[in-house]
Protein backbone atom coordinates (compact mmCIF):
# COMPACT_ATOMS: atom_id res chain seq x y z
CA UNK A 1 0.00 0.00 0.00
CA UNK A 2 1.41 3.39 -0.73
CA UNK A 3 1.09 6.14 1.47
CA UNK A 4 -2.83 7.24 0.57
CA UNK A 5 -3.68 4.59 2.84
CA UNK A 6 -7.58 3.38 2.39
CA UNK A 7 -9.23 2.55 6.09
CA UNK A 8 -9.39 -1.27 5.19
CA UNK A 9 -12.42 -3.36 6.65
CA UNK A 10 -14.80 0.06 6.76
CA UNK A 11 -15.86 -0.46 3.18
CA UNK A 12 -16.76 -3.77 1.29
CA UNK A 13 -13.64 -3.56 -1.16
CA UNK A 14 -10.31 -2.78 -1.06
CA UNK A 15 -7.82 -1.08 -3.40
CA UNK A 16 -5.06 -2.31 -5.38
CA UNK A 17 -1.96 -0.45 -5.25
CA UNK A 18 -1.03 1.63 -8.27
CA UNK A 19 1.56 -1.26 -9.62
CA UNK A 20 -1.15 -4.06 -9.01
CA UNK A 21 -4.02 -1.33 -11.00
CA UNK A 22 -1.40 -1.01 -13.90
CA UNK A 23 -1.84 -4.34 -15.67
CA UNK A 24 -5.38 -4.82 -14.57
CA UNK A 25 -8.99 -4.06 -16.15
CA UNK A 26 -10.05 -0.80 -14.80
CA UNK A 27 -13.79 -0.42 -14.25
CA UNK A 28 -15.02 2.85 -12.03
CA UNK A 29 -17.77 5.23 -13.50
CA UNK A 30 -15.79 7.09 -15.77
CA UNK A 31 -13.40 4.86 -17.26
CA UNK A 32 -14.02 0.76 -18.46
CA UNK A 33 -11.06 -0.72 -20.38
CA UNK A 34 -10.20 -4.30 -20.12
CA UNK A 35 -6.43 -5.33 -19.57
CA UNK A 36 -4.50 -5.18 -22.79
CA UNK A 37 -7.69 -4.45 -25.33
CA UNK A 38 -8.99 -8.07 -23.98
CA UNK A 39 -12.48 -8.36 -22.88
CA UNK A 40 -13.85 -7.60 -19.55
CA UNK A 41 -13.35 -10.10 -17.04
CA UNK A 42 -16.48 -10.26 -15.38
CA UNK A 43 -16.00 -12.98 -12.99
CA UNK A 44 -13.07 -11.11 -11.75
CA UNK A 45 -15.19 -7.44 -11.36
CA UNK A 46 -17.74 -9.18 -9.34
CA UNK A 47 -14.43 -10.54 -7.35
CA UNK A 48 -13.30 -7.64 -6.70
CA UNK A 49 -16.08 -5.61 -6.44
CA UNK A 50 -17.77 -7.99 -4.01
CA UNK A 51 -21.00 -8.63 -5.56
CA UNK A 52 -23.12 -11.78 -6.38
CA UNK A 53 -23.61 -13.49 -9.58
CA UNK A 54 -27.32 -13.43 -10.14
CA UNK A 55 -27.93 -17.35 -11.13
CA UNK A 56 -30.71 -18.84 -13.02
CA UNK A 57 -33.01 -19.91 -9.66
CA UNK A 58 -33.68 -15.67 -9.79
CA UNK A 59 -34.93 -16.22 -13.16
CA UNK A 60 -38.14 -18.52 -12.09
CA UNK A 61 -38.39 -16.65 -8.85
CA UNK A 62 -38.82 -13.44 -10.69
CA UNK A 63 -41.22 -15.04 -13.19
CA UNK A 64 -43.11 -16.61 -10.38
CA UNK A 65 -43.22 -13.14 -8.38
CA UNK A 66 -44.45 -11.48 -11.34
CA UNK A 67 -46.80 -14.16 -13.11
CA UNK A 68 -45.04 -12.90 -16.42
CA UNK A 69 -42.41 -14.18 -18.54
CA UNK A 70 -38.71 -12.59 -17.35
CA UNK A 71 -37.44 -9.98 -19.43
CA UNK A 72 -34.75 -10.71 -22.41
CA UNK A 73 -32.27 -8.99 -20.25
CA UNK A 74 -32.91 -11.14 -17.41
CA UNK A 75 -33.21 -14.19 -19.29
CA UNK A 76 -30.07 -14.06 -21.12
CA UNK A 77 -27.53 -12.56 -18.82
CA UNK A 78 -27.34 -9.40 -19.64
CA UNK A 79 -28.26 -8.36 -15.54
CA UNK A 80 -25.48 -10.57 -14.51
CA UNK A 81 -24.73 -9.21 -10.79
CA UNK A 82 -26.92 -8.07 -7.91
CA UNK A 83 -26.50 -7.29 -4.06
CA UNK A 84 -29.13 -8.27 -2.12
CA UNK A 85 -31.66 -8.99 -5.01
CA UNK A 86 -32.58 -11.60 -2.88
CA UNK A 87 -33.93 -9.67 0.19
CA UNK A 88 -36.10 -7.66 -2.41
CA UNK A 89 -37.86 -10.54 -3.39
CA UNK A 90 -37.94 -12.10 -0.12
CA UNK A 91 -39.36 -8.79 1.12
CA UNK A 92 -41.88 -8.99 -1.57
CA UNK A 93 -42.82 -12.36 -1.22
CA UNK A 94 -44.21 -11.46 2.20
CA UNK A 95 -46.23 -8.41 0.46
CA UNK A 96 -44.08 -5.83 1.54
CA UNK A 97 -43.00 -3.45 -1.57
CA UNK A 98 -40.23 -1.63 -2.66
CA UNK A 99 -39.02 1.46 -5.15
CA UNK A 100 -37.05 1.09 -7.70
CA UNK A 101 -34.18 4.15 -8.68
CA UNK A 102 -31.63 4.41 -11.37
CA UNK A 103 -30.31 7.08 -13.44
CA UNK A 104 -28.43 9.07 -15.79
CA UNK A 105 -25.60 11.52 -16.27
CA UNK A 106 -26.41 13.85 -19.06
CA UNK A 107 -23.11 14.48 -20.83
CA UNK A 108 -24.57 14.03 -24.81
CA UNK A 109 -27.56 14.96 -26.44
CA UNK A 110 -27.80 11.67 -28.12
CA UNK A 111 -28.46 8.38 -26.40
CA UNK A 112 -26.66 4.98 -28.01
CA UNK A 113 -28.34 2.13 -27.55
CA UNK A 114 -26.15 1.03 -24.10
CA UNK A 115 -27.62 4.15 -23.12
CA UNK A 116 -31.28 2.15 -23.18
CA UNK A 117 -30.29 -1.07 -21.30
CA UNK A 118 -31.24 -0.05 -18.02
CA UNK A 119 -33.82 1.79 -18.44
CA UNK A 120 -35.53 -0.41 -20.87
CA UNK A 121 -35.07 -2.63 -18.04
CA UNK A 122 -35.85 -0.42 -15.28
CA UNK A 123 -39.62 0.18 -17.26
CA UNK A 124 -40.13 -3.61 -17.21
CA UNK A 125 -39.44 -3.79 -13.26
CA UNK A 126 -41.49 -1.14 -12.68
CA UNK A 127 -44.28 -2.43 -14.89
CA UNK A 128 -44.00 -6.50 -13.57
CA UNK A 129 -43.89 -5.31 -9.74
CA UNK A 130 -45.72 -2.33 -10.02
CA UNK A 131 -43.67 -0.39 -7.87
CA UNK A 132 -42.49 3.40 -7.78
CA UNK A 133 -39.65 4.48 -9.34
CA UNK A 134 -36.94 7.55 -8.99
CA UNK A 135 -35.08 8.86 -11.70
CA UNK A 136 -31.81 11.13 -11.12
CA UNK A 137 -30.41 13.39 -13.87
CA UNK A 138 -27.17 14.12 -12.64
CA UNK A 139 -26.65 17.28 -14.88
CA UNK A 140 -24.38 18.90 -11.62
CA UNK A 141 -22.10 15.91 -12.43
CA UNK A 142 -21.68 16.23 -15.68
CA UNK A 143 -21.36 19.58 -15.16
CA UNK A 144 -18.08 18.49 -12.18
CA UNK A 145 -16.45 15.97 -14.68
CA UNK A 146 -17.47 17.18 -18.22
CA UNK A 147 -16.50 20.28 -20.29
CA UNK A 148 -20.14 21.63 -19.85
CA UNK A 149 -21.79 24.95 -19.04
CA UNK A 150 -24.31 24.51 -16.23
CA UNK A 151 -26.68 25.79 -18.46
CA UNK A 152 -26.02 23.64 -21.16
CA UNK A 153 -26.15 20.25 -18.72
CA UNK A 154 -29.14 21.55 -17.65
CA UNK A 155 -30.70 21.59 -20.92
CA UNK A 156 -29.23 17.90 -21.72
CA UNK A 157 -30.83 16.68 -18.67
CA UNK A 158 -34.08 17.92 -20.14
CA UNK A 159 -33.36 16.50 -23.79
CA UNK A 160 -32.13 13.00 -22.05
CA UNK A 161 -35.33 12.81 -19.62
CA UNK A 162 -37.32 12.82 -23.21
CA UNK A 163 -35.33 9.35 -24.61
CA UNK A 164 -35.79 8.02 -21.04
CA UNK A 165 -39.91 9.18 -21.00
CA UNK A 166 -40.06 7.08 -24.15
CA UNK A 167 -39.01 4.39 -22.83
CA UNK A 168 -42.92 3.60 -21.66
CA UNK A 169 -42.69 4.83 -17.74
CA UNK A 170 -45.64 5.07 -15.85
CA UNK A 171 -46.55 8.76 -14.95
CA UNK A 172 -48.49 7.46 -11.98
CA UNK A 173 -45.41 5.55 -10.79
CA UNK A 174 -42.30 7.65 -11.55
CA UNK A 175 -40.25 11.02 -10.43
CA UNK A 176 -37.57 12.51 -12.69
CA UNK A 177 -35.70 14.97 -10.90
CA UNK A 178 -32.64 17.09 -11.61
CA UNK A 179 -30.18 17.59 -9.05
CA UNK A 180 -29.39 21.25 -10.15
CA UNK A 181 -33.36 21.89 -9.57
CA UNK A 182 -34.10 19.12 -6.95
CA UNK A 183 -31.30 19.02 -4.33
CA UNK A 184 -32.41 20.86 -1.02
CA UNK A 185 -35.03 19.98 1.49
CA UNK A 186 -34.92 16.68 3.10
CA UNK A 187 -32.31 15.45 0.15
CA UNK A 188 -29.57 17.48 1.10
CA UNK A 189 -29.65 16.68 4.65
CA UNK A 190 -29.36 13.27 3.66
CA UNK A 191 -27.00 14.01 1.62
CA UNK A 192 -25.17 15.76 4.89
CA UNK A 193 -25.53 12.34 6.94
CA UNK A 194 -23.99 10.34 4.06
CA UNK A 195 -21.12 13.15 3.78
CA UNK A 196 -20.74 13.07 7.78
CA UNK A 197 -20.02 9.33 7.89
CA UNK A 198 -17.48 9.06 4.38
CA UNK A 199 -13.56 9.90 4.73
CA UNK A 200 -11.44 11.53 2.11
CA UNK A 201 -9.61 8.17 2.56
CA UNK A 202 -12.10 6.06 1.47
CA UNK A 203 -13.47 7.57 -1.19
CA UNK A 204 -9.99 8.25 -2.54
CA UNK A 205 -10.17 4.49 -2.09
CA UNK A 206 -13.51 3.64 -4.23
CA UNK A 207 -13.42 6.49 -6.72
CA UNK A 208 -9.31 7.12 -7.00
CA UNK A 209 -9.45 10.77 -6.20
CA UNK A 210 -6.21 12.38 -6.26
CA UNK A 211 -4.99 15.33 -4.30
CA UNK A 212 -5.27 18.00 -7.66
CA UNK A 213 -8.76 16.98 -8.23
CA UNK A 214 -11.18 20.01 -7.34
CA UNK A 215 -13.72 19.23 -4.28
CA UNK A 216 -16.61 19.02 -5.91
CA UNK A 217 -15.27 15.43 -7.19
CA UNK A 218 -14.96 14.72 -3.50
CA UNK A 219 -18.41 16.36 -2.78
CA UNK A 220 -20.08 14.46 -5.46
CA UNK A 221 -21.12 10.74 -4.53
CA UNK A 222 -23.29 11.69 -1.43
CA UNK A 223 -25.78 13.16 -4.28
CA UNK A 224 -25.74 9.55 -5.82
CA UNK A 225 -26.15 8.01 -2.69
CA UNK A 226 -28.63 10.02 -1.18
CA UNK A 227 -32.22 8.52 -3.46
CA UNK A 228 -30.98 5.26 -2.06
CA UNK A 229 -33.00 6.39 1.04
CA UNK A 230 -36.43 6.53 1.07
CA UNK A 231 -36.57 9.68 3.30
CA UNK A 232 -35.02 12.08 0.09
CA UNK A 233 -38.46 12.28 -1.04
CA UNK A 234 -40.73 12.83 1.43
CA UNK A 235 -43.43 13.98 -1.33
CA UNK A 236 -43.38 10.03 -2.03
CA UNK A 237 -42.60 8.36 0.74
CA UNK A 238 -43.13 10.29 4.17
CA UNK A 239 -43.23 7.69 6.85
CA UNK A 240 -41.84 5.45 5.13
CA UNK A 241 -38.01 5.47 6.07
CA UNK A 242 -38.65 1.36 6.07
CA UNK A 243 -38.87 0.65 2.46
CA UNK A 244 -36.18 -1.01 0.62
CA UNK A 245 -34.46 0.49 -3.06
CA UNK A 246 -33.41 -1.38 -5.84
CA UNK A 247 -31.13 -0.19 -8.11
CA UNK A 248 -30.83 -1.20 -11.47
CA UNK A 249 -27.34 0.39 -13.26
CA UNK A 250 -24.61 -0.67 -15.12
CA UNK A 251 -21.75 -2.51 -13.15
CA UNK A 252 -19.18 0.61 -12.91
CA UNK A 253 -21.61 2.62 -10.84
CA UNK A 254 -20.73 -0.06 -8.28
CA UNK A 255 -18.51 1.82 -6.42
CA UNK A 256 -20.93 4.55 -5.55
CA UNK A 257 -23.53 2.07 -3.97
CA UNK A 258 -20.74 0.39 -2.09
CA UNK A 259 -20.14 3.72 -0.36
CA UNK A 260 -24.19 4.10 0.39
CA UNK A 261 -24.40 0.62 1.82
CA UNK A 262 -21.42 1.20 3.82
CA UNK A 263 -23.29 4.40 5.28
CA UNK A 264 -26.67 3.27 5.23
CA UNK A 265 -27.37 1.15 8.65
CA UNK A 266 -25.24 3.73 10.33
CA UNK A 267 -27.89 5.98 9.48
CA UNK A 268 -30.61 3.96 10.16
CA UNK A 269 -31.95 2.96 6.68
CA UNK A 270 -31.67 -0.63 4.78
CA UNK A 271 -28.62 -1.09 2.47
CA UNK A 272 -29.82 -0.29 -1.19
CA UNK A 273 -30.41 -3.45 -3.23
CA UNK A 274 -28.44 -3.64 -6.96
CA UNK A 275 -29.27 -5.39 -9.60
CA UNK A 276 -26.06 -4.76 -12.69
CA UNK A 277 -25.36 -5.42 -16.38
CA UNK A 278 -22.80 -6.08 -18.44
CA UNK A 279 -21.24 -3.12 -20.70
CA UNK A 280 -22.98 -2.91 -24.66
CA UNK A 281 -20.05 -4.09 -26.77
CA UNK A 282 -18.68 -1.31 -29.25
CA UNK A 283 -19.23 -2.56 -32.68
CA UNK A 284 -15.75 -2.67 -33.12
CA UNK A 285 -15.28 -5.65 -30.47
CA UNK A 286 -15.47 -6.13 -26.97
CA UNK A 287 -13.06 -4.57 -24.90
CA UNK A 288 -15.13 -2.40 -22.85
CA UNK A 289 -18.24 0.13 -23.34
CA UNK A 290 -19.00 2.41 -26.15
CA UNK A 291 -16.93 5.85 -26.89
CA UNK A 292 -18.62 8.61 -27.00
CA UNK A 293 -16.05 10.52 -28.77
CA UNK A 294 -16.03 7.83 -31.93
CA UNK A 295 -19.67 8.03 -33.34
CA UNK A 296 -18.71 4.95 -35.72
CA UNK A 297 -18.55 2.72 -32.32
CA UNK A 298 -21.81 2.56 -31.51
CA UNK A 299 -25.69 2.80 -33.05
CA UNK A 300 -27.25 6.11 -31.66
CA UNK A 301 -31.38 6.59 -31.53
CA UNK A 302 -31.15 8.78 -33.68
CA UNK A 303 -29.37 7.47 -36.69
CA UNK A 304 -31.78 6.15 -39.37
CA UNK A 305 -32.22 3.31 -41.41
CA UNK A 306 -29.25 3.91 -43.78
CA UNK A 307 -26.56 4.62 -40.60
CA UNK A 308 -27.45 1.93 -39.25
CA UNK A 309 -27.04 -0.55 -42.27
CA UNK A 310 -23.67 1.35 -42.71
CA UNK A 311 -22.14 0.98 -39.21
CA UNK A 312 -22.97 -2.63 -39.03
CA UNK A 313 -21.72 -3.60 -42.45
CA UNK A 314 -18.84 -1.68 -42.18
CA UNK A 315 -17.61 -1.77 -38.14
CA UNK A 316 -19.64 -4.71 -37.13
CA UNK A 317 -16.97 -7.04 -35.70
CA UNK A 318 -17.12 -10.62 -37.47
CA UNK A 319 -16.02 -13.65 -36.10
CA UNK A 320 -16.94 -14.81 -39.58
CA UNK A 321 -13.91 -16.61 -41.48
CA UNK A 322 -12.24 -14.83 -43.89
CA UNK A 323 -13.10 -16.94 -46.75
CA UNK A 324 -16.45 -18.26 -47.86
CA UNK A 325 -14.78 -21.92 -47.93
CA UNK A 326 -12.99 -21.62 -44.73
CA UNK A 327 -16.57 -20.41 -43.45
CA UNK A 328 -18.12 -23.48 -44.54
CA UNK A 329 -15.67 -25.94 -43.40
CA UNK A 330 -14.96 -23.74 -39.87
CA UNK A 331 -17.87 -21.66 -39.07
CA UNK A 332 -18.13 -18.48 -37.20
CA UNK A 333 -16.19 -17.75 -33.96
CA UNK A 334 -19.32 -16.98 -31.84
CA UNK A 335 -17.20 -15.56 -29.07
CA UNK A 336 -16.17 -12.60 -30.76
CA UNK A 337 -19.28 -12.02 -33.00
CA UNK A 338 -20.46 -8.71 -32.54
CA UNK A 339 -23.93 -9.38 -34.44
CA UNK A 340 -24.55 -12.18 -32.51
CA UNK A 341 -23.65 -10.46 -29.32
CA UNK A 342 -26.44 -7.56 -30.46
CA UNK A 343 -28.56 -10.43 -31.24
CA UNK A 344 -28.40 -11.83 -27.87
CA UNK A 345 -29.23 -8.69 -25.99
CA UNK A 346 -32.53 -7.60 -28.77
CA UNK A 347 -33.59 -10.53 -30.33
CA UNK A 348 -36.81 -11.51 -28.54
CA UNK A 349 -36.90 -14.49 -29.60
CA UNK A 350 -35.20 -17.34 -27.95
CA UNK A 351 -35.60 -19.72 -30.33
CA UNK A 352 -34.74 -17.80 -33.36
CA UNK A 353 -31.84 -16.89 -31.52
CA UNK A 354 -30.67 -20.35 -30.69
CA UNK A 355 -31.08 -21.68 -34.39
CA UNK A 356 -29.05 -18.45 -35.89
CA UNK A 357 -26.09 -19.65 -33.32
CA UNK A 358 -26.21 -22.72 -34.58
CA UNK A 359 -26.49 -22.18 -38.33
CA UNK A 360 -23.81 -19.77 -38.08
CA UNK A 361 -21.86 -21.07 -36.07
CA UNK A 362 -21.30 -24.26 -38.00
CA UNK A 363 -20.98 -22.11 -40.78
CA UNK A 364 -24.07 -23.09 -42.86
CA UNK A 365 -25.38 -19.41 -42.29
CA UNK A 366 -23.03 -16.60 -43.63
CA UNK A 367 -21.95 -13.12 -41.94
CA UNK A 368 -24.18 -10.95 -44.42
CA UNK A 369 -27.22 -13.19 -43.58
CA UNK A 370 -26.41 -12.76 -39.37
CA UNK A 371 -25.82 -8.74 -40.44
CA UNK A 372 -29.20 -8.61 -42.07
CA UNK A 373 -31.29 -9.86 -39.78
CA UNK A 374 -29.78 -7.62 -36.94
CA UNK A 375 -30.17 -4.46 -39.23
CA UNK A 376 -33.83 -5.28 -39.15
CA UNK A 377 -33.82 -5.64 -35.61
CA UNK A 378 -32.33 -2.69 -34.55
CA UNK A 379 -34.10 -0.50 -37.46
CA UNK A 380 -37.42 -1.62 -35.71
CA UNK A 381 -36.52 -0.93 -32.24
CA UNK A 382 -34.70 2.42 -33.16
CA UNK A 383 -37.72 3.43 -35.20
CA UNK A 384 -39.78 2.32 -32.19
CA UNK A 385 -37.98 5.01 -30.04
CA UNK A 386 -37.99 7.20 -32.37
CA UNK A 387 -41.52 8.00 -32.76
CA UNK A 388 -42.31 7.41 -28.56
CA UNK A 389 -39.84 10.13 -28.22
CA UNK A 390 -41.45 12.51 -30.97
CA UNK A 391 -44.59 12.11 -29.06
CA UNK A 392 -43.01 13.66 -26.01
CA UNK A 393 -43.73 17.04 -25.45
CA UNK A 394 -42.17 19.25 -22.94
CA UNK A 395 -45.28 19.37 -20.78
CA UNK A 396 -44.71 15.96 -20.84
CA UNK A 397 -41.46 16.22 -19.11
CA UNK A 398 -43.04 19.21 -17.25
CA UNK A 399 -45.28 16.30 -15.83
CA UNK A 400 -42.75 13.86 -14.84
CA UNK A 401 -40.90 16.26 -13.32
CA UNK A 402 -43.39 17.25 -11.33
CA UNK A 403 -42.67 16.81 -7.33
CA UNK A 404 -45.90 15.45 -6.89
CA UNK A 405 -47.15 12.81 -4.65
CA UNK A 406 -47.98 9.26 -6.19
CA UNK A 407 -51.02 8.06 -4.77
CA UNK A 408 -51.32 5.10 -6.40
CA UNK A 409 -47.92 4.12 -6.95
CA UNK A 410 -47.85 0.79 -5.29
CA UNK A 411 -51.48 -0.56 -7.07
N1 LIG B 1 -23.67 8.47 -12.57
C1 LIG B 1 -24.60 7.99 -13.55
C2 LIG B 1 -24.09 8.34 -14.97
O1 LIG B 1 -23.13 9.02 -15.13
C3 LIG B 1 -25.98 8.56 -13.37
C4 LIG B 1 -26.72 7.98 -12.19
C5 LIG B 1 -27.15 8.67 -11.07
C6 LIG B 1 -27.14 6.63 -12.01
N2 LIG B 1 -27.80 7.85 -10.22
C7 LIG B 1 -27.81 6.59 -10.75
C8 LIG B 1 -27.03 5.49 -12.79
C9 LIG B 1 -28.38 5.40 -10.28
C10 LIG B 1 -27.57 4.29 -12.31
C11 LIG B 1 -28.23 4.25 -11.06
O2 LIG B 1 -24.68 7.93 -15.93
Known sequence: MDSKVVERGALENEKETPQEQEQEQVVNPWEVAAKDGGKIDYDKLIDKFGCQRLDPSFIDRVERLTSRRAHVFLRRGVFFAHRDFNE????YERGEKFYLYTGRGPSSEALHLGHL???????????????????QLTDDEKFLWKNLTVEESRRLARENAKD?????FDIRRTFIFSDFDYVGGAFYRNMV?????????????????????????YSFPPVQAAPSFPSSFPHLFSGKDNLRCLIPCAIDQDPYFRMTRDVAPRIGYHKPALIESLFFPALQGETGKMSAS???????????????KNKINKYAF???QDSIEKHRQLGANLEVDIPIKYLSFFLEDDAELEHTKKEYGSGRMLTGEVKQRLIEVLTKLVERHRRARAAV????????????????MFN
Not at 117 to 135: D, G, N, S
Not at 295 to 308: C, G, L, R
Open 88 to 91: ILNA
Open 117 to 135: IPFMFTQYLQEAFKVPLVI
Open 164 to 168: IIACG
Open 193 to 217: EISKRVTCNQVVGIFGFIGEDHIGK
Open 294 to 308: DPNSAIYVTDSEKVI
Open 318 to 320: SGG
Open 393 to 408: TDEMVDAFMAVRPLPN
